[in-house]
């Protein structure tokens, strides 16, 4: 292949990846911007809905649509129960007893997972095998769909969080707790909507990556590493923050691994992270006020 192919070839995968860094981190930030809380059992929910993803394929023979659309509900229906259940109490407690509550939760999730499916990695079956051209350049019908549905994902959140009511209530929780508690908005009505809509997102990166990667018990462990470091050098709190930085680590994984070294390229979301942090602590588009 020529020189051109092949760094198109990087660059579609690169775009794959920051979809899905994307959508696991904006949700991540979300919560932490609504909630303050750094879930640190964000990527057992990735997990959830790939393996929701292949219950809904491979044992109720479900088409592809419809299992992504099964994934993302299961996994939102099991965040209103996590929320109701294990956050909601321990919202106004002192950190610590936050990040001991979410590890609990991961280990809990990952734990009954690897009980009922095993360590053995899974594949899931779309029934979608086929490729597309672009350039000179093939590419399967599963990672293209992937693409597109991640990145209309993030359109729809853009609209929801700019344009709805609701969406800009959440927006103004993060900024001010106080003022809306005292112009009426429910606060619990609002860490409930954004901790579904979170871990929903999570849910939804786990479906559409379910077909293109082996799946298995402890595979949301690197990408929640990820997912944090992005949050990290978009800015704690900032969805447009970790949109960027998605694509930046994205695009960056994607070229190192191709051009310089694979096993190079996990530790460049942590390189970035560095840089970051010696050059903007508080992150791309950190402040001292979170805004969304």
Known sequence: MSAETIFIQHLVNGLLLSGIYGLVAVGLTLIYGVLEIVNFAHGEFYMLGAYFTFIASAWLGLPYYLSIILAVVSSALIALLVERGAIRPIVERPFESKVLSTFAISMILANVVLLLFTATPQTVRTGIAGTLEFAGVFFSVERVVALLTGYLAFLALHFFLQKTRLGKAIRAVAQNREACYVV????????????????GLAGLAGALIAPIFSIEPSMGQAVVLKAFAIVIVGGFGSVKGAALAALLVGLGESLVGGYVSATLKDGLSFLIIMLVLIIRPQGIFGRTTRVL
């Open 184 to 199: 009426g908005i429910d606060l619990n009505k609002m860490a409930r909507l954004t901790f579904t809509l979170g871990i």
